[in-house]
C-alpha cells in the first residue's frame, strides 16, 4: 500500500495513462481487501451446495468462476472510482494524501451516502447479501460459464449495496488504513449480521448530520 501511495502521488495534476493503471490497481486491491470477506459466506454457501448437488464433486473452478464474477464488477467500480479520483485531483479537490480538501464536497458525500442508507434500493440489495441460500437457489446455473454469471448477478447486488459507501474513502482518506478497516468491518456486519439490521440506517442518519453540519460550515 506504502509503495503504491509512493507511486500515484508524484503526478496528481497531471496523469498518463500508467499513473490511471497505478490507481485502478490500488482502487482494485483495496476493493478486494474490503468486501471478499463480506462475500466469503456467499461463496462457502456456493461451494457447499455445489458438493450436494454433484454427489460430493469439489467445486474449486465453479467456485473460483463465481469469485471472478464478483470481483469483476468490484473492478469496474475501481475504474469509475479512478475516474473520480482523476477528476478531482484535476480540480484540485484532493489532498496529497488522497482526502477531500473540500468541506462542502464531504458534505455532499456523506449526505448522499446518508441517505442511501434510508433508501428501498438499498435495502433490496443487501437483503440479497444477506440470504446467500436464497439467492443461490433462485439464481442457480450449472457449469463454469454458470458459476460466472452467478458471480457477476452477486457483484451486481454487492456494488449496489456498498458502492456509495465506498466513496467516504474520498472523506476519510484513500490511503487511511484506519478508515478502510472501519468501512470494511461496517460492511461485514451490515451484510453478515442481519440481527444488527438497525446499524445501517442508524449509521444514516449520523452521516447525513455529519454531512449537513459540514456543508453548513463552508457556508459560514
Request: hydrophobic letters at 55%.
Amino acid at each position: 500500500m506504502d509503495m503504491e501511495m509512493e507511486m500515484s502521488q508524484p503526478r496528481m495534476q497531471a496523469w498518463r495513462a500508467v499513473d490511471f493503471l497505478l490507481n485502478f490497481e490500488m482502487w482494485w486491491v483495496m476493493m478486494i481487501g474490503m468486501m471478499v470477506p463480506s462475500a466469503a459466506p456467499m461463496i462457502l454457501t456456493y461451494d457447499t451446495l455445489h458438493q450436494k448437488r454433484h454427489a460430493g464433486k469439489a467445486a474449486l473452478l465453479p467456485s473460483a468462476m463465481f469469485l471472478l464474477g464478483y470481483l469483476f464488477l468490484w473492478g469496474l467500480f475501481s475504474a469509475t472510482a479512478t475516474a473520480a479520483e482523476w477528476a478531482l485531483a484535476s480540480a484540485a479537490l484532493l489532498s496529497p494524501q488522497l482526502t477531500s480538501t473540500s468541506p462542502a464536497l464531504s458534505g455532499a458525500l456523506l449526505l448522499a451516502v446518508g441517505a442511501f442508507q434510508w433508501s428501498p434500493l438499498k435495502h433490496a440489495c443487501l437483503r440479497h447479501c444477506r440470504t446467500p441460500l436464497g439467492f443461490l437457489l433462485n439464481e442457480w446455473r450449472e457449469g463454469a460459464l454458470g458459476a460466472l454469471t452467478m458471480g457477476l448477478r452477486h457483484g451486481y447486488y454487492c456494488v449496489g449495496c456498498c458502492s456509495l459507501l465506498m466513496t467516504l474513502l474520498f472523506v476519510a482518506g484513500i490511503m487511511n488504513l484506519l478508515w478502510v478497516a472501519v468501512i470494511a468491518s461496517f460492511v461485514l456486519i451490515e451484510k453478515v449480521v442481519p440481527a444488527y439490521s438497525g446499524i445501517s440506517r442508524a449509521a444514516g442518519v449520523i452521516m447525513a448530520a455529519w454531512g449537513v453540519a459540514l456543508i453548513a460550515g463552508a457556508l459560514m
